[in-house]
């Protein structure tokens, strides 16, 4: 059974950062697809980033320049590197997984979930 533990969320101020992880066990990186989303309470989940398991990444256009995902397999350990974090960024963030090692967009794509990570960026 695969589990997902986000940690590294918090409150900073816009043009700020944060890194967030995600600690991955029971499954094996090099045939999972890896992906944070972020939701907002009243919308709908919506995607931030992808990395299949040939490390190719992907990125939302409202991220795309300021986020970076990325994965150390030998430890089991997904990131998101967030940089000049706006007040739109804020949103409870979630790590995904799914098996067959190829990145299908969206969160209905995904089976396995952490139980999230809050991020809040003040003006």
């Known amino acids: 059974q695969v589990q997902l533990v986000e940690s590294g969320g918090g409150s900073v101020q816009a043009g700020g950062s944060l890194r967030l992880s995600c600690a991955a066990s029971g499954y094996t990186a090099s045939t999972y697809c890896m992906a944070w989303f972020r939701q907002v309470p009243g919308k709908e989940r919506e995607e931030v980033a992808y990395i299949d398991w040939r490390g190719i990444t992907s990125y939302a256009g409202s991220v795309k320049g300021r986020f970076t995902i990325s994965q150390d397999n030998a430890k089991n350990l997904l990131y998101l590197q967030m940089n000049s974090l706006k007040p739109e960024d804020t949103a409870m963030y979630y790590c995904?997984?799914?098996?067959?090692?190829?990145?299908?967009?969206?969160?209905?794509?995904?089976?396995?979930w952490g139980q999230g990570s809050q991020v809040t960026v003040s003006s």
């Open positions: 995904a997984a799914n098996s067959g090692g190829y990145c299908y967009r969206g969160p209905a794509n995904f089976v396995f």
